[in-house]
């Protein structure tokens, strides 16, 4: 798709996948400071569309916009401009000029509206017509933006705008369409919905590729859900639909050596260089797959110990159709037998090799036995060579903990079986690692009512639920009196939990016994005075028993709180960590924080890297009671921060089903003044970053903007983090994800000393600051008496959904301080930043539903004029929330003003109509 094939606004008949606005990265045309925007992505990814949407959002902003265009007819692919029209009139017949500067820089200077100037296919580009856009990026006033789109950035023009100008940079992984947008695209657009299982399973086989997503739509319309899902694992088969875009788009652009190396390592689930070199009989693999990841050519470099490129299963799939088609299937057996020697003898086959751990563990892919029996040959005509093996080291990596690497192998194997029982079995293993890997799940029928799909949904929220549905769908297994056991205990109901894991510790299953005999005796332990512990310990697990287990034990010891046991439950933390096992070294971290805490001895930053983690996982339930913890032992010891972490343990409990009655009792001690010496001393501060970021001390602004332009980014992460440890690998993610691990903190060193400087400058450095180091993270403390707007907006929140029960008149004062600490959108400066994009969302949707709310209880208090007032402010922020069009209208019409009721309705009726909906009088 070529910027000279469609131009903004162009629309067709039929539904097609540009008509879904992308909401989520078109944040960084709305921020008011200027910002120029690159797209890069492989072939298929929606950047013309997305370029396009940029343009249409802009010229509603008021902006004059002037499209950039290859003449296809000219030798030189010289490019022409297309001045801005309305963007229904593009198009028609349009205008074109030399994409001169003289021009644009005369139209910069006499139009009142501001500039953007759209180029797409930069790529594409010859160097003369590099060269001009280079001269304007270089001569144009800094308040002209540029919207560039490419199928790479290494190009010239680009280099320049990035060196030049703010620029946002979109890449692959931003443009790949996340599963809600899926979903909406099939219901809105398509006007077909899927299912939620059927979400999950398009968003995860086309991983969001919308070329493959739209091709998937076009064969399948109209055809049922399972029909359509078996349509998925032969997209780009041999006679796959996508076999065409492919052959046009990839494969015709390289060169036969290119291919050749493509098309003859397909078997290799992972391209590590030297063993294409070995398989292909050759010397530039390495040299040859970096040039294809640089270019966007479906190849994406690992990192990993045993480093190597990933090709996506789709395009893997029309690869191997291409060498069996060239070499034939028994042939392509032979490859992969191939294949799976030189793995083998180069030590990369299954797993990434470890790292650290105990020599003398058995290989616990040995010692696991699997629910899925493979057959040691495939079927005729079925290629599926090492299917077993790569089951084999699926169990090893979920033994170990590293569901990451396991799930990468589950997908391998289940790319060469065929269908039939051990398919499906491999399938259910799969889904149940996804649910532990995935920090928000997808709920599929295929494994919901399993055991530990409903213990991973007790630890994510609404425990007493699940305990309820544990009850009901009880099984001779004893695996759901496990789940209720659990379920009971994180409600805070100890006996309850002890007579559910009672039953399950009689379970035949070895796995349940063992692990509902852990958690009994964990509790026993838990109770116990510190430095002791049961009288009746359970008995150290067998050798055979999965090491994951083992861990859990040597994690549930600590809770004793023995010093010995707490020092083997920290080593424990530090190997879970190092291999991977995140939820391993989570639990054992907590077991250390509680076994301690036992003694009086609670540090609350380990728990608070804990709720981090916690949170990070997907465990909610548990950050909530870590979060508990925190209120109680600061209530105990009269700690100043006792109310806001009680505000704050409350609404973390009911946000994930809590009972409120078993958080934290009203503290009876005073609450005494801060010990640290510097906050007494400090003036206070003050942070807003709803609508723009702003940031003063004493009543006056401080000079942040001074800054780097990265720098400043860093400073607004860390003050939206206020009171949170940020961690340096968080900052090294965001900000400098290209370099090495030792650049990326001298980077983060050098750019807190800088924010230290404008947050307190004068300071001496014996004094405490307020931006400190802990640990491997930093942790920016406000002073008593400072202000922050977007926890102030929580705090009300949480205040209103503690007393949404208490009736309408209750609920304004926390709303109308919801409402009024809402003042645009989070931090606009950072555009579609990945660390900003989701908490932006999510404070939007909470500040709609703050307005709503209290237009709704306004309505029912009859305060008409404040219905309209907050209705309005929430169709401000979100024009398409229709229970807010709904109480605005009403609100009019109760006011007796029937004039603006009208209006409001037309308004309505123009929305649905803009939405595809057709209004119903």
């Known amino acids: 798709m070529h910027g000279n094939a469609r131009a903004p606004g162009m629309r067709t008949g039929s539904a097609e996948p540009w008509e879904l606005r992308r909401d989520r990265l078109l944040g960084a045309a709305y921020e008011a400071v200027v910002s120029s925007v690159v797209i890069t992505g492989e072939p298929g990814a929606g950047k013309t569309t997305l370029l396009s949407q940029f343009a249409r959002t802009l010229l509603m902003r008021g902006f004059e916009v002037c499209w950039g265009v290859v003449d296809r007819s000219a030798a030189t692919n010289r490019l022409a401009v297309v001045s801005s029209t309305p963007a229904r009139d593009l198009t028609g017949s349009r205008r074109r000029r030399s994409l001169s500067t003289e021009y644009l820089a005369t139209l910069a200077e006499n139009t009142a509206k501001p500039l953007a100037i759209v180029v797409d296919d930069v790529h594409l580009l010859t160097p003369g017509a590099q060269t001009a856009v280079s001269e304007l990026i270089h001569r144009l006033p800094a308040t002209v933006r540029f919207l560039l789109a490419g199928q790479f950035g290494a190009v010239e023009c680009i280099g320049d705008l990035r060196m030049m100008r703010e620029t946002t940079v979109l890449g692959t992984r931003e443009l790949r369409f996340r599963r809600h947008e899926v979903e909406q695209l099939f219901r809105d657009v398509y006007a077909e919905p899927l299912s939620k299982a059927e979400v999950h399973e398009v968003a995860w086989r086309t991983e969001g590729w919308i070329a493959a997503i739209h091709t998937f739509h076009s064969i399948t319309a109209g055809r049922s859900g399972a029909d359509r899902l078996r349509v998925l694992p032969t997209l780009a088969s041999a006679d796959g639909p996508l076999r065409e875009f492919l052959a046009a788009k990839v494969m015709a652009s390289l060169t036969d050596d290119v291919r050749s190396l493509l098309v003859g390592s397909s078997p290799l689930p992972v391209l590590h260089p030297t063993v294409c070199d070995q398989l292909l009989d050759r ?143 491999c399938m259910v293993e799969r889904q149940l690692v996804h649910a532990w890997a995935s920090p928000d799940p997808v709920r599929t029928p295929l494994v919901d009512e399993h055991w530990a799909r409903m213990l991973r949904e007790a630890l994510r929220e609404r425990p007493a639920r699940v305990a309820e549905l544990a009850d009901a769908a009880d099984t001779a297994d004893g695996g759901h009196a496990l789940v209720g056991g659990v379920a009971e205990l994180l409600c805070g109901n100890q006996e309850r939990a002890r007579v559910r894991l009672d039953r399950a510790s009689r379970s035949a299953t070895p796995v349940i016994r063992q692990l509902a005999q852990l958690l009994r005796t964990a509790i026993d332990r838990s109770v116990q005075p510190p430095g002791r512990g049961p009288t009746d310990p359970v008995a150290e697990p067998a050798p055979t028993e999965p090491l994951w287990l083992c861990r859990l034990d040597r994690a549930a010891r600590a809770l004793s709180g023995d010093a010995e046991l707490l020092e083997r439950a920290e080593r424990l933390a530090l190997e879970c960590a190092e291999t991977g096992d995140r939820w391993g070294a989570l639990l054992a971290r907590l077991a250390v924080v509680i076994g301690r805490g036992a003694a009086g001895q609670l540090r609350h930053r380990s728990l608070l890297s804990c709720i981090e983690e916690a949170m990070a996982l997907g465990a909610g339930v548990i950050a909530a009671w870590a979060r508990v913890a925190l209120a109680r032992d600061a209530a105990q010891r009269g700690r100043p921060e006792a109310a806001r972490l009680r505000v704050e343990a409350d609404a973390a409990a009911a946000s994930v089903g809590i009972p409120l009655g078993m958080v934290v009792p009203a503290s009876t001690k005073p609450l005494t003044p801060p010990s640290a010496a510097w906050s007494a001393r400090s003036p206070a501060v003050s942070i807003r970053c709803f609508g723009r970021y702003e940031l003063s001390s004493g009543g006056q602004p401080l000079r942040w903007q001074a800054l780097r332009p990265r720098v400043r980014s860093v400073l607004r992460l860390i003050s939206l983090r206020a009171g949170h440890d940020v961690p340096v690998e968080t900052l090294h993610e965001a900000f400098w994800p290209q370099v090495s691990v030792e650049s990326a903190r001298r980077n983060v060193h050098v750019a807190v000393s800088m924010i230290r400087s404008i947050l307190e400058p004068g300071r001496d450095r014996a004094q405490r600051s307020m931006l400190e180091r802990r640990g491997d993270a930093y942790h920016l403390t406000l002073p008593r008496g400072s202000d922050h707007d977007v926890q102030r907006f929580g705090a009300a929140m949480a205040a209103w959904r503690r007393q949404r029960t208490s009736g309408p008149a209750a609920a304004v004062g926390p709303l109308r301080a919801a409402v009024a600490a809402y003042t645009g959108e989070l931090l606009p400066e950072d555009g579609a930043a990945e660390w900003l994009v989701e908490q932006r969302r999510s404070l939007r949707a909470e500040a709609v539903t703050a307005a709503t709310a209290l237009a709704a209880a306004l309505s029912l208090l009859s305060e008409q004029d404040g219905v309209v007032e907050a209705a309005q402010h929430a169709l401000r922020i979100d024009r398409f929330h229709d229970p807010a069009w709904r109480l605005l209208i009403e609100g009019y019409e109760r006011a007796g003003d029937s004039a603006a009721a009208r209006r409001a309705r037309t308004e309505y009726t123009e929305m649905l109509i803009d939405l595809g909906i057709d209004p119903i009088d």
């Open 283 to 425: 010397r530039d693999s390495d040299a040859v797959l970096r040039w294809l990841a640089g270019r966007n050519f479906f190849i994406t470099r690992l990192d990993s110990p045993a480093a190597g490129y990933r090709v996506p299963p789709l395009v893997r799939s029309y690869l191997q159709a291409e060498l069996t088609e060239l070499i034939g299937t028994e042939g392509f057996s032979d490859r992969c037998r191939q294949v799976g020697r030189l793995l083998a003898e180069s030590g990369l086959a299954g797993a990434e090799p470890e790292s650290s751990g105990s020599a003398s563990e058995p290989d616990a892919g040995m010692r696991r036995a699997s629910a899925v029996e493979l057959q040691a040959e495939p079927a005729a005509g079925e290629p599926r060579p090492d299917a077993w093996r790569r089951v084999a080291a699926a169990h090893g990596n979920l033994d170990r903990g590293r569901l990451a690497a396991a799930l990468a192998d589950y997908d391998a194997a289940l790319a060469e079986l065929p269908e039939g029982p051990a398919r499906r079995a």
